[in-house]
């Protein structure tokens, strides 16, 4: 299955706990909503967490299935956030349309939040503590851009689909 991306095998250990099985991502099988609003699972306040602004990857065609591509490209990067719920187990945030990564693995204090809205897939970064510089989280945006060209060139093999920016249009047959 692991060699038809049915299933994917995550690269990140679960550093909570040494004796755990390997942790899979399986599409169909994902929860569909979260059990309340995403910012409020993270307890994402302004008061002590800053977001960075929306990098939208706008679609006149969005092809189905993409989000859960670069799920599981990110899957493979880094580890999901993981957040307590109301019965005091931990949670992975991880549900049909979007998902929650820690970009640093130790301290936690750094997040990545990917959605799917409507011909559109957009990504915020959250900083725990201190504010977010500009510019600082560039590589971020040419991993998910490159995850993306290469998604509809190789695996849609889609020669037509166009994406823009942030207003920018990125042509889909441009050189990785």
């Not at 994917?8 to 169909?28: L, M």
């Not at 990098?55 to 990067?77: D, G, M, Q, S, V």
């Not at 725990?128 to 995850?147: A, H, P």
């Not at 093999?157 to 050189?175: E, R």
Request: glycine share 4%; proline share 4%; net charge positive.
């Amino acid at each position: 299955m692991e060699k038809f991306d049915i299933i994917i095998r995550s690269n990140k250990s679960d550093g909570d706990d040494p004796d755990a099985k390997p942790c899979y991502y399986v599409p169909c099988i994902i929860k569909a909503k979260p059990e309340c609003d995403i910012y409020k699972m993270f307890n994402v306040t302004d008061f002590i967490c800053y977001k960075s602004t929306w990098l939208c990857f706008k679609f006149e065609f969005l092809p189905p299935h993409l989000i859960n591509h670069l799920i599981a490209a990110l899957f493979l990067k880094y580890a999901v956030a993981k957040v307590a719920t109301e019965q005091r187990k931990k949670q992975v945030a991880l549900f049909r349309g979007y998902a929650v990564f820690e970009l640093q693995q130790s301290s936690k204090l750094l997040k990545l939040l990917l959605m799917e809205c409507p011909n559109a897939i957009q990504i915020q970064v959250w900083q725990f503590g201190k504010k977010i510089e500009g510019g600082v989280y560039k590589y971020i945006d040419d991993f998910i851009t490159q995850e993306i060209t290469k998604k509809i060139r190789t695996r849609f093999k889609m020669s037509n689909v166009n994406f823009a920016k942030n207003g920018n249009v990125v042509l889909q047959n441009q050189s990785l």
